[in-house]
């Protein structure tokens, strides 16, 4: 398995259609998707090189703040304290909650659509 579809198939897992950012806006530029969604930023590196940050994005419209809440826990819960590795044909990626794990954002257009900016950091195990 290739390293983006490693990282795609960990993101996947959540019980929620998950993209990388770039694959959901249309040809305007908006959401080309049904809430609830996950985005995330695939950016990859090798062996030797300094872990990297993703970006991982929770996207819900809901009137709670205990919805999203609970996915982004979900999220850190199965990276875990100590990180999680995924396997992939090059070797390994392991995952670690990045520092701040998470913010609450507000959608200034709809009030009901409530964002989690999750940071994820990234250190690859693979050969290239």
Known sequence: MTKDK????FFS???IPAYPDTAVLNEDGEPDVVLPYLTYTPIFDA???EPVS???NLWYQTESEAV???KAQELSSAIGYGGKMLKCD???IWLKRGSPWCQNLADEADRFIKRRYINVTAEYMTCY
């Open 90 to 92: 090059e070797g390994y």
């Open 6 to 9: 490693a990282l795609y198939r």
């Open 47 to 49: 062996w030797g090189g």
């Open 68 to 70: 999203p809440n609970a």
């Open 13 to 15: 897992g959540f019980g």
């Open 54 to 56: 993703l970006t991982v």
